[in-house]
């Protein structure tokens, strides 16, 4: 096929890629070794280029030729060999472990730099061109947190926006929000974007004890969403893992009999608005996107009712007949909440406060809370990105993978929230990423523009391929084969050449 002329950057993606080192294998495909790869489109033709991430982790390993760093779903050990003393220093020195830099969801930017991220206080700044490894940065000597997610926000700005959990202060778990500056005028010395890190507020756990798991967050225009599900991390558990001998995983329960709270923190007033909003149990990952509408927030996810996404991709599942003997007991549901911020005071008990065209309800409590209900767009998908030029805006398409019944996708599709219209993309033993969207040059539409995905095929005979789809349409534009293996993957970014800067050689 053709390419679009106009199409010139670098697709950077991220996922787990070595899952066995030396005679020790990971339990979890979220655990493998990042593997970096690259599309890099230039005048017509595609280059292909994959790198495993050259972090710590991988490094000790590696030298080991041993897992010997831990992941979430695979507790390591140190030697059995090493003397009594130092096993019991090594034990109390898990309490608060020391995670691993093994950066292997998504790639964030901040200013002209690109960092390999995941769930840890550790991301790696990476070469977008060579995929070289380069400086480490642990978020923790910047801001109090252990954790953060890897799918931060961008404003207009060019501030990055992520959040964190800090587990540090017994007693005082919160949830951190914070922004890291582009770049800093007199460019001091290097990382000198997290030196000026800003906190723009926290929000105090609900349980003290138990903060709540997420992996994303929303922002409308002036707030940010936040989601704290009951889907918890037991932090005495956790300390107590690495004695025990369990993976941190296990430290994470769900309770289908608590409820979801919604949290909306004004970014001007760095306030959470006062009223308590709720829904039922639910358990999520991706949001997909938020906006304000007179006086409601509005906002997009993709939500399960229980958590068996995580416990199918055990390696020991992931097996050839995985697709038969693999049902997710929960399939994902686009839900679209509607919360009124500015309502009635003198609204009777029971009555729904949503004055919007939606079918989304919030109903005003005795106790003055208020509790929502969604409105379901559709079902299966998952992986959502948007045309994120209409991120916190009022928005129409969805860019997704279908899931159905089992985690792995097998079609990617464009859905409208307005209309509830899909459209697919599929073809036999074809297993596609994310789809990411990128806007033509001259874009006057929201889905003016292609959407890449990388297709991994199950037929030995047959090559992988990045595909590209005419955004409107979803009809194929063309697709690049490429002669080696490729991974299944998590996350990435597009990056325009003119974002690039491009080694002058």
Not at 238 to 263: D, P
Not at 412 to 430: A, H, P, S, Y
Request: charged content about 25%; overall charge negative; glycine content about 4%.
């Amino acid at each position: 096929g053709q390419l679009p002329t106009w199409l010139q950057g670098i697709l950077l993606r991220n996922g787990p890629g070595m899952h066995t080192i030396g005679d020790t294998k990971y339990n979890h495909w979220f655990d493998g070794l990042a593997l970096l790869h690259s599309f890099t489109f230039k005048n017509g033709e595609v280059y292909y280029r994959s790198k495993y991430l050259r972090s710590d982790t991988y490094n000790c390993n590696i030298e080991a030729n041993r897992i010997v760093v831990s992941e979430f779903g695979t507790m390591a050990y140190p030697d059995p060999c090493k003397n009594i003393f130092a096993k019991a220093f090594s034990y109390l020195s898990h309490t608060i472990p020391e995670f691993t830099d093994n950066c292997l969801i998504n790639i964030m930017r901040t200013g002209d730099d690109f960092y390999a991220t995941s769930e840890t206080n550790f991301i790696r700044k990476i070469n977008p061109q060579t995929l070289e490894t380069l400086d480490k940065i642990d978020y923790s000597k910047y801001v109090a947190v252990n954790v953060a997610t890897s799918h931060p926000h961008y404003d207009s700005a060019g501030n990055v926006l992520n959040m964190g959990t800090s587990i540090v202060d017994k007693g005082k778990t919160k949830y951190i929000l914070f922004k890291i500056p582009p770049s800093v005028p007199e460019k001091e010395k290097k990382n000198s974007c997290f030196k000026n890190l800003e906190v723009v507020c926290s929000i105090p756990s609900r349980s003290l004890l138990h903060p709540s798991y997420y992996h994303s967050f929303g922002i409308t225009e002036n707030y940010i969403v936040f989601i704290e599900q009951p889907f918890k991390l037991d932090i005495v558990k956790m300390a107590t893992a690495y004695i025990r001998g369990v993976n941190w995983a296990s430290c994470l329960a769900y309770n289908k009999e608590e409820k979801t709270w919604f949290h909306f923190v004004d970014k001007k007033t760095k306030k959470e608005v006062s009223t308590k909003f709720y829904t039922d149990a639910m358990v999520l990952f991706h949001h997909i996107n938020a906006y304000e509408e007179d006086g409601h927030i509005i906002f997009d996810i993709i939500a399960y009712t229980d958590n068996s996404l995580y416990d199918m991709f055990y390696l020991k599942k992931l097996t050839k007949d995985f697709e038969e003997n693999n049902k997710l007991t929960s399939i994902p549901t686009c839900k679209r909440f509607v919360v009124p911020l500015q309502y009635d005071k003198d609204a009777e008990v029971g009555s729904n406060l949503v004055t919007l065209p939606s079918t989304a309800t919030a109903v005003k409590e005795k106790d003055g809370s208020i509790y929502c209900q969604p409105e379901i767009l559709c079902e299966g998908i998952e992986l959502p990105r948007i045309n994120y030029d209409y991120n916190s805006k009022k928005y129409k398409y969805v860019f997704a993978t279908e899931v159905q019944w089992s985690p792995v996708p097998t079609k990617i599709v464009k859905f409208n929230v307005q209309t509830k219209e899909m459209l697919r993309w599929g073809e036999d033993r074809c297993w596609p990423s994310e789809p990411i969207f990128v806007p033509s040059p001259d874009a006057r539409e929201e889905d003016d523009g292609i959407v890449l995905t990388c297709v991994v095929v199950s037929d030995p005979k047959e090559a992988p391929f990045l595909l590209v789809l005419d955004a409107k349409t979803f009809k194929e534009l063309g697709r690049a084969t490429v002669g080696v293996e490729m991974h299944l993957d998590l996350h990435g970014l597009f990056i325009p050449e003119k974002e690039v800067k491009f080694d002058t050689e």
